[in-house]
């Protein structure tokens, strides 16, 4: 079975430093990868996708993220983090459309 | 773009008393439906999904169910909710193999 490991439970970053958030899959193929934000008591956002194709995929937001089939990661990353960036962000792998597993999240805190 | 809506946003219920969420969508026709539950400090849980009107899926075991009477509403219900199932309620909806969320609701059982 398919599983999401992100290993990070908190992250703490000064606003305007770079950051990556760590996404580690288990699946025997190559599955549909997503990122997703959640600020506090809402929904959650798509950040970003892979499917196939280029492995560096753009998102919203100024996010980006890099497909590593050889480490089975998809990690997040951002070159400069704003304060308005701070929330919970949630990895997540499919390997149709009804089958969705997301990591445990990774919430990450902003320094001024 | 599709919209999904959740009601109530937030809801305290006693033990042992019923529930119903219910989740709509608009600007989509026949979505495939999901609930998740996220519990505090915990990522999401898939609890049921849904391909078509009365046709559910169940992937936990519990004393939760789902409904779909019409195309774009589905409803979560309990008849008698536990400590247990306190947490954040998700309603899902797919569009082109990607999933969109509702804003969620909030169930405290006391």
């Known amino acids: 079975a398919q599983s999401v490991t992100q290993p990070d439970i908190h992250i703490t970053v000064s606003e305007g430093a770079s950051l990556e958030l760590r996404c580690n899959y288990s699946?025997?193929?190559?599955?549909?990868l997503f990122w997703y934000v959640q600020s506090p008591g809402q929904g959650l956002q798509l950040l970003l996708k892979?499917?196939?194709?280029?492995?560096l995929v753009q998102g919203i937001k100024g996010f980006e993220a890099e497909f590593k089939r050889s480490q089975s990661s998809f990690n997040l990353r951002k070159p400069s983090v704003h304060w308005s960036d701070a929330a919970e962000y949630f990895c997540?792998?499919?390997?149709?459309?009804?089958?969705?597993?997301f990591g445990a999240g990774t919430r990450l805190t902003v320094k001024p | 773009s599709q919209t999904i809506h959740q009601w109530p946003a937030t809801l305290v219920q006693p033990v042992g008393s019923p529930l119903s969420l219910e989740c709509t969508v608009e600007?989509?026709?026949?979505?495939?439906l999901y609930w998740y539950r996220q519990a505090a400090g915990r990522g999401l849980q898939l609890l049921f999904y849904?391909?078509?009107?009365?046709?559910i899926s169940s992937e936990v075991p519990q004393n939760l169910s789902a409904s779909r009477p019409q195309d774009r509403q589905f409803i979560l219900s309990s008849k008698k909710l536990l400590l247990s199932d306190s947490g954040f309620y998700l309603c899902?909806?797919?569009?082109?193999?990607?999933?969109?969320f509702g804003p969620g609701t909030r169930l405290t059982v006391l």
């Open positions: 997540a792998v499919a390997s149709n459309n009804n089958d969705m597993r």
């Open positions: 699946y025997g193929a190559t599955p549909y």
């Open positions: 892979y499917f196939s194709g280029d492995t």
């Open positions: 600007g989509t026709s026949n979505p495939n």
């Open positions: 849904s391909v078509g009107i009365g046709q």
């Open positions: 899902a909806s797919l569009a082109g193999s990607v999933q969109f």
